[in-house]
């Protein structure tokens, strides 16, 4: 419980509602589960705090004065794609939330909710917030280590007296200019979760895309599937439990892979994880 407690006040959460004794209440509420909470009356003022400091997880009324909650949810969007958002109203239908959850609300509070109600939402959020500040992290790690191998490559071509270097790796080498990230004959693209390869694309799941970039990162071990799930997934089993976790993901993400360059490049080590193999040793 305090372990909860503590990671809550970690994470910092932009509570967006009109009328004061609402968002009053609701402030008090979150705050007593531990959120460090800030305010703000109408979607100018939110999305203008946003900017400035950005937030794990808005909690945002659909009925604000001038820009409403739908528009708020855009522009949040446009400023950051992985912005999560919740959104709540006092006049909720089925029209209304499917309308939230397709221009990209993580989920949809009728109003007035309990506090169990709005206590899960929240969490489901932050949960949510927390695995994109992981693959965030991910994405900076990797571009990091490429960053020093592209230095350690050039260097080395430059001395005569060290072998020759493979170019093809530079070429393979997540491009540090633009927002794609290559993986042997594959091109991932964060956001939006798509990876191509001959011409061809394909969608992957957030889970399969933090899975195929995880190994990525840690290619030149076998993973445990304990360490997956704890690193993707954001929880802790054991590793019994842990293989019948990520074994689904696995097979939908060598499907995929296989469908756009025909080559298994996810090696499964029996009883010890999943290791990712080389594109030439996959051909």
Do not use: W
Request: glycine letters at 6%.
């Amino acid at each position: 419980m305090l372990r909860e407690m503590a990671d809550r006040q970690l994470m910092r959460l932009l509570l967006v509602v009109a009328d004061g004794v609402s968002r009053y209440t609701l402030s008090m509420t979150l705050q007593r589960e531990g959120y460090v909470v800030d305010e703000a009356a109408n979607g100018e003022a939110a999305l203008e705090r946003y900017r400035r400091r950005d937030f794990d997880l808005v909690l945002a009324d659909i009925d604000l004065p001038g820009m409403d909650g739908f528009a708020l949810l855009r522009g949040l969007k446009q400023h950051s794609s992985d912005a999560v958002v919740i959104l709540m109203s006092a006049e909720a239908d089925v029209r209304s939330a499917v309308q939230a959850l397709r221009a990209g609300a993580g989920d949809f509070l009728p109003m007035p909710c309990s506090s169990d109600e709005l206590r899960a939402s929240v969490e489901r959020g932050m949960a949510s917030a927390r695995s994109k500040m992981r693959r965030r992290r991910l994405l900076i790690a990797i571009k990091q280590d490429v960053a020093q191998l592209t230095t350690e490559l050039a260097s080395a071509a430059r001395d005569e007296s060290q072998p020759a270097i493979n170019l093809r790796d530079l070429r393979q080498l997540p491009p540090m200019h633009r927002n794609v990230i290559s993986l042997g004959p594959f091109e991932l693209a964060p956001g939006r979760y798509e990876i191509a390869a001959g011409g061809a694309s394909s969608s992957l799941t957030p889970t399969e895309f933090d899975l195929l970039l995880y190994l990525a990162a840690h290619r030149e071990r076998v993973v445990p599937c304990s360490e997956l799930v704890r690193e993707v997934r954001g929880y802790h089993v054991e590793e019994p439990e842990a293989r019948e976790v990520i074994r689904p993901h696995i097979s939908n993400l060598r499907r995929k892979l296989k469908s756009l360059d025909n080559a298994d490049m996810i090696a499964n080590v029996r009883g010890s994880g999943y290791r990712l193999i080389d594109a030439a040793q996959a051909d």
